[in-house]
C-alpha cells in the first residue's frame, strides 16, 4: 500500500531525501539529458480539429512541343490527402499539503516537482519523436522510425541507407525541417500545445478513494509530427556501436558513416530549401570528435555554434550540425 501510495505523491522518504538542516538541497539532475531536436524542429498551427490536413502532389501534369498552327491538349497535375495526428502527453503533480508545508517552502518543494515532470515529458516527446507508432500506441503519434522502416519497401525506401551492422544497432537521422518539409504540429487554437496549470490547493484522494488536502499542478503537451515531404528525412540505420567504438584501432571494424552522411546529403533535394540537421546517440556523437580530432574527412569539424543561442562547440559536417537525441536507442531492431 505504501509504495502503491509513493508511486503517485511525494512522501516523508521523499522530503528526508532533499533536505538537510531543514533546509531543501539543490537537486542534482542526473536524470537529465540533451534531446536537441527541439533546437532545431519548427512547430505549425494544424489546421484541422481532428489533426494536420496537406495535399501531396502525386503527378506532374503533362507537357507538350508545340507545332505551328497546332494546339497542345490541357493537363492537370494530381494529389493526394492526407492527415497527420496529435497526441496528448499529459502529467500530474499532486503534493500533499502537510508534506509541503514541512519542507518549510511549499514553492520551491512544488517546483522542483514541476521541474521533473517538464524534464520527463521532455525525454517521452523526444522517444516519440523517433520511435512513436500509433499503429502500436494509438494514443501516441507516428515518429520517423516507423516511416522509414525499410531500406527493400515502402514508399520512403530510397532514403533508408543501411551501414549493414546485425548488432548493438542505431541510426543516425538526416531531418530537413521546414514549412514545406517537415515540422511538429500543435492543436488548432491553442498556445503552441503546452498547457501549465497551477490548480492549487485541492482535495486529493488516496488509494482507498479517502479525501485529504493537497496541491495539484497539471502539465499537457499536445503535438505532432508532420512529414510532408519525406524526401527531406533520410535514415542511416544498422550502425553496429560497439564496432564503431573500434575507431582508430588497429582492428578497426566500425562503418564508413561519412560516406553514408554524404549519400544523405545528396539524398535531400535542395538543401537550401530547409534547415538540414543530423541527428545521433551520445555514444555516435563522440565517434565524430574523435574523428574531427584526427582530422578524417575535411569537411567534419568542430564549429563554435553561438549564433542560435547554444553557445557550445558542435561537430559539423559539410556544415550541417550533429546532434544529440539521448532517447535515440543503440539497441535498436535490424532495418532489412
Known sequence: M?????????????????????????VVEILNQMNEHLDDMPFYEANDSGGHVFAPRTALPAVSWRRINKGVPPTKSSYGKLTETLGSLESYSNVDKDLAQRSGDVAAFRAKEARGHLEAMGQEHAQTMVYGDVMVAAEEYTGLSPRYYSYSEGV??????????????????LCGWGENTGYGIYPKGSQLGFEREDKGQQTLYDEDGNPFEGYSEHFAWKAGLCIENYKYFVRIPNINVAALQTFGAESDTSADILKFMTLALEKIPNLQACNPVFYCSRTVR????????????????QDFMGANGLGRSIPTYHGVPIRIIDQMSEAETLVA
Open 2 to 26: 505504501g509504495n502503491a501510495l509513493g508511486s503517485k505523491y511525494p512522501t516523508l522518504l521523499t522530503l528526508a531525501q532533499i533536505m538537510h538542516n531543514d533546509k531543501l538541497l539543490p
Open 286 to 301: 563522440a565517434m565524430f570528435r574523435l574523428m574531427a580530432e584526427k582530422k578524417i574527412g575535411g569537411l567534419l569539424v
Open 156 to 173: 520512403a525506401k530510397d532514403y533508408v541507407l543501411t551501414a549493414g551492422g546485425s548488432a548493438t544497432l542505431t541510426s543516425i537521422w
